[in-house]
């Protein structure tokens, strides 16, 4: 069964509801899982890179094993480079209904193919430029988590005032 010409059985297949994890129970649920797991890869490793415990956050209730600190530093990286990935992969239709596989229990996994298509999306979206108002200047994306780390570090440890989120503009 092939995609409709005007696109609508991708809008069905991707059609979000309401967010599912452990485990997703649709394609979109299992493709912001997947990325949110390499995001927060990301703000483990800035955390750790400046000297903050990953594990002790402000947001998040603390659980052992769970890192809130990076899980807070990265809800301010969610929309900009998650959220906005998701959709960019779906609406340029580089993600297709057969990319996901029901798993019993009703679990959708993202196939193997799909998984390297993300993954190098992700890679891509990282190196986008954008502008960090604290830096002033223009930084790779894939590095705002580790300037948002330091600057959280200079905060906690009484360098600076403030501790200024970043945010897309």
Not at 18 to 31: G, M, T, V, W
Not at 136 to 165: C, E, I, N, S
Request: glycine share 6%; aromatic share 6%; proline share 9%.
């Amino acid at each position: 069964m092939g995609p409709s010409p005007d696109g609508r059985q991708n809008r069905d297949v991707f059609a979000f509801h309401e967010r599912s994890r452990r485990p997703p129970r649709d394609p979109i649920n299992a493709l912001l899982s997947f990325v949110y797991t390499l995001l927060v890869s990301e703000c483990v490793a800035a955390c750790e890179g400046v000297g903050l415990d990953p594990q002790v956050g402000f947001l998040h209730a603390l659980r052992p094993g769970r890192p809130a600190l990076a899980l807070d530093l990265m809800e301010e990286l969610r929309a900009p480079l998650a959220d906005r990935l998701v959709l960019t992969l779906i609406n340029r239709k580089q993600l297709a209904p057969e990319d996901f596989i029901e798993r019993p229990g009703g679990a959708i996994w993202m196939a193997q193919e799909a998984r390297k298509t993300v993954l190098a999306a992700y890679q891509k979206r990282k190196q986008e430029e954008v502008f960090h108002t604290v830096a002033d200047t223009k930084v790779p994306l894939g590095l705002v988590p580790h300037a948002q780390a330091r600057l959280m570090a200079r905060h906690l440890r009484g360098d600076v005032p403030t501790y200024q989120p970043f945010i897309l503009r």
